[in-house]
């Protein structure tokens, strides 16, 4: 779906299971949609474990938070960290864990309202689980990713985060896989690209490759997108972002990854004969 | 199935861990869509048997009710194979209906 500049987006970024790459996803799609121009605010709705600051390596320049803002004792630019080197991304961190004591759907509705008189994007990350922080979150969206591995626990969770989506009208809602091994694939010990979609029923927005550079990225609070990288997961992040922009661009097959003859046996040890 | 599951039937091998990864999700996603208990799906199991069995003949050990989830979709299965067609309950309109079910031994599952 194109960006407009009629109307601003809000995306949920959610996935059910924590730990699958949620942050990691907002931050460098934050960055990749900076890059492209699109004026893009992330929003940490992850109130009591909030890590979005840390992965931008904004930690130290937080004076006010969302907190603030919804209070009245801060302007709602006032709170937003704008990144240094990709202007076009700024922040709004979350507040207090105290917060989700009052904490309500109509504050995080207000604050993304907010965000979305200047921002063509908002990106919403969301708590994992599916309590009060992800009803707030999910409360305030239009639109939703949600990021899983190819894992039967965080499919599972992620079915049950898509049929609350679903529930509350939430669309389109798209699906990222992360962590993606081709050659666990290859030898069917890790669930296939189809499997996952299949058993979800959701249209691919991105694959993302298993890779250590997330890991190295996130030690420095750098995303993968902001310098260029050519490394896998970069590659996947710039890709998905250009999607989210209404550009189709094909997607990886992690079968043509893996090149030679025991990846050509493989592929053919895959083929489904009935 | 894939070749390589064919490969591993053959050699008396498991199935590769991402065929039973898929199934076991199938599974419990069917439960975790419908919220049915395995409780309340076995309750309901025995009284479909029962309603059906007062119709025909049904093979109780084969008979299964499961949950099937396609596409976001679940749909109660049940297989129930017929060993032969019951009489009809006598009633006074239709009193011929008894003799004609009684030679019929079809074996045949309605899913």
Not at chain 2, 84 to 106: F, G, H, I, M, N
Request: glycine letters at 6%; hydrophobic letters at 40%; a negative charge.
């Amino acid at each position: 779906m194109p960006v407009t500049t009629s109307g601003s987006r809000s995306i949920l970024i959610c996935s059910g299971k924590g730990g699958v790459g949620k942050t990691t996803l907002t931050a460098n799609l934050g960055i990749a949609l900076a890059r492209q121009g699109v004026r893009t605010a992330v929003l940490d709705a992850d109130f009591g474990l909030r890590n979005l600051d840390l992965l931008l390596g904004l930690e130290n320049r937080i004076v006010y938070t969302a907190q603030e803002v919804l209070s009245g004792s801060c302007r709602l630019d006032q709170a937003l960290v704008k990144h240094k080197q990709e202007p076009n991304l700024a922040l709004l961190p979350a507040g207090n864990p105290r917060m989700l004591e009052w904490l309500k759907p109509e504050d995080m509705q207000t604050i993304v309202g907010m965000l979305r008189e200047s921002f063509d994007v908002v990106l919403i990350d969301c708590p994992a689980g599916i309590e009060d922080g992800f009803k707030n979150a999910a409360g305030a969206a239009e639109e939703a990713i949600v990021i899983t591995t190819p894992e039967v626990s965080a499919v599972r969770d992620a079915d049950r985060v898509i049929g609350l989506l679903n529930t509350r009208g939430i669309k389109p809602i798209q699906l990222v896989l992360n962590r993606v091994r081709p050659k666990m694939m290859a030898n069917q010990e890790m669930l296939a690209v189809d499997d996952v979609t299949d058993i979800l029923a959701l249209p691919l927005l991105g694959l993302v490759l298993e890779d250590e550079q997330v890991i190295v990225s996130t030690n420095r609070g750098e995303p993968l997108t902001l310098n260029g990288s050519s490394s896998p997961a970069a590659q996947a992040y710039n890709n998905i972002a250009r999607r989210v922009c209404g550009e189709d661009v094909p997607l990886i097959d992690p079968a043509k990854v893996r090149r030679g003859l025991r990846a050509k046996i493989g592929r053919l040890m895959h083929t489904k004969i009935f | 199935m894939t070749l390589r599951d064919f490969v591993n039937k053959l050699l008396g091998r498991q199935p590769a861990s991402a065929t039973t990864a898929k199934q076991r999700l199938q599974l419990v996603l069917a439960h975790d869509r419908s919220d049915l208990n395995p409780e309340l799906l076995e309750q309901m199991r025995r009284e479909i048997l029962e309603v059906v069995s007062r119709y025909v003949e049904i093979d109780l050990e084969e008979g299964d009710v499961s949950l099937e989830t396609e596409d976001r979709v679940t749909a109660l299965v049940a297989n129930l194979p017929i060993r032969r067609t019951k009489p009809l309950p006598v009633t006074d309109e239709q009193p011929a209906a008894e003799s004609k079910s009684e030679e019929a031994d079809p074996v045949w599952s309605a899913s």
